[in-house]
């Protein structure tokens, strides 16, 4: 096989690197501002979260994978974007099919750097505990923050307890891939349950 390019290797930052920069996700970060977190910031921050708990957890965990599948999660997102737990029914339900035709360019895109994809498609199969115990880390960390937060993002956004309940299922089930993460993702969300003034109130 032979080498990248320069060429290519500036190609790598121009269109996988600086776009993931780009995606913005609906997280404000509550220490700088009106900003918000993008994607690589998320995914930097979803590798050292999971790499330091992941041994505390489950010893088992290669840590090296864990961080691997942590840094390429989202990186779809640069065709997909991204859509939060609380987007609109019908961008919901493409979301599954714009990440899988995003894969597929990516493939297409960068074939002479064949570990970027093939590490996502790995991570999508959910085959081994390091895939399934990033997907539950994932999930607990935006919980987490919520909690801390004490329900900051769901009185802006107007979420009140019941459209919370409702529209976290789904998120909730992904969770549970890993149990030893899960076990604190339920932790957090009996402690959300506990505090219903984190919620938005009908008035």
């Given at each position: 096989?032979?080498?990248?390019?320069?060429?290519d290797?500036e190609?790598l930052?121009?269109?996988?690197?600086?776009?993931?920069?780009?995606i913005?996700?609906t997280?404000?970060?509550?220490?700088?501002?009106?900003r918000?977190?993008?994607?690589?910031?998320?995914?930097?921050?979803?590798a050292?979260?999971?790499?330091?708990?992941?041994?505390?957890?489950d010893?088992?965990?290669?840590?090296?994978?864990v961080a691997?599948?942590?840094?390429?999660?989202?990186?779809?997102?640069?065709?997909?974007?991204?859509?939060?737990?609380?987007?609109p029914e019908?961008e919901?339900?493409?979301?599954?099919?714009?990440?899988?035709?995003?894969?597929?360019?990516?493939?297409?895109?960068?074939?002479?750097?064949?570990?970027i994809?093939?590490?996502?498609?790995?991570?999508?199969?959910?085959?081994?505990?390091?895939?399934?115990?990033?997907?539950s880390?994932d999930?607990?960390?935006?919980?987490?923050i919520?909690?801390?937060?004490?329900?900051?993002?769901?009185?802006?956004?107007?979420?009140?307890?019941?459209?919370w309940?409702?529209?976290?299922?789904?998120?909730?089930?992904?969770?549970?891939?890993?149990?030893?993460?899960?076990?604190?993702?339920?932790?957090?969300?009996?402690?959300?349950?506990?505090?219903p003034?984190?919620?938005?109130?009908?008035?």
């Amino acid at each position: 096989m032979s080498k990248p390019t320069i060429a290519d290797l500036e190609k790598l930052i121009r269109e996988i690197i600086f776009p993931f920069y780009q995606i913005e996700r609906t997280v404000p970060l509550r220490f700088a501002p009106r900003r918000y977190e993008n994607d690589a910031e998320h995914s930097w921050s979803l590798a050292l979260f999971a790499c330091a708990l992941a041994p505390r957890v489950d010893p088992k965990l290669d840590v090296g994978k864990v961080a691997q599948f942590a840094i390429v999660h989202d990186l779809v997102e640069i065709h997909a974007g991204d859509t939060n737990n609380f987007a609109p029914e019908a961008e919901r339900a493409t979301k599954d099919e714009r990440e899988r035709e995003a894969l597929g360019k990516l493939r297409q895109e960068f074939k002479l750097f064949p570990w970027i994809t093939e590490t996502i498609a790995t991570y999508e199969k959910q085959a081994s505990a390091e895939a399934r115990f990033v997907k539950s880390v994932d999930k607990l960390i935006l919980l987490l923050i919520d909690y801390f937060e004490e329900g900051q993002f769901y009185h802006e956004h107007k979420i009140t307890l019941e459209m919370w309940r409702a529209k976290m299922q789904k998120h909730r089930e992904k969770a549970a891939r890993h149990p030893g993460a899960f076990a604190y993702y339920d932790e957090i969300w009996n402690l959300l349950l506990a505090n219903p003034q984190f919620f938005h109130q009908e008035k």
